[in-house]
């Protein structure tokens, strides 16, 4: 069984950057795409990112293309969320999950994280 960790969030100030780890346990035979996607209080929850597990495919949602980075560490069992010129709208829990293809879609991924807060001050 996957269980997946993040960590890192915290409160920056607009501009700033911040760094989100997602630690995988559990074995990791069955992960294809790994993901990151985001809910701020009263919004439905918003793709944000994704990566293969094994290749080099990555995919970004619009608001987010050119500021934020994921990337992957096998080795280590991680998947990072790298995030740059932050936003206050970027607010919000960040949570990393586990899908058996590449999707956009909260449905389609199997496993979450707990989430981490992100927090912008304008």
């Known amino acids: 069984q996957v269980q997946l960790v993040e960590s890192g969030g915290g409160l920056v100030q607009a501009g700033g950057s911040l760094r989100l780890s997602c630690t995988v346990s559990?074995?990791?035979?069955?992960?294809?795409?790994m993901g990151w996607f985001r809910q701020a209080p009263g919004k439905e929850r918003e793709f944000v990112s994704h990566?293969?597990?094994?290749?080099?495919?990555?995919n970004y949602a619009d608001s987010v293309k050119g500021r934020f980075t994921i990337s992957r560490d096998n080795a280590k069992n991680t998947v990072y969320l790298q995030m740059s010129t932050l936003k206050p709208e970027d607010t919000a829990v960040y949570y990393c999950?586990?899908?058996?293809?590449?999707?956009?879609?909260?449905?389609?991924?199997?496993?979450w994280g707990q989430g981490t807060q992100v927090t912008v001050s304008s």
């Open positions: 559990g074995g990791t035979f069955s992960i294809y795409t």
């Open positions: 999950a586990v899908s058996n293809r590449p999707s956009t879609a909260a449905r389609d991924y199997s496993y």
């Open positions: 990566i293969s597990w094994r290749g080099s495919s990555t």
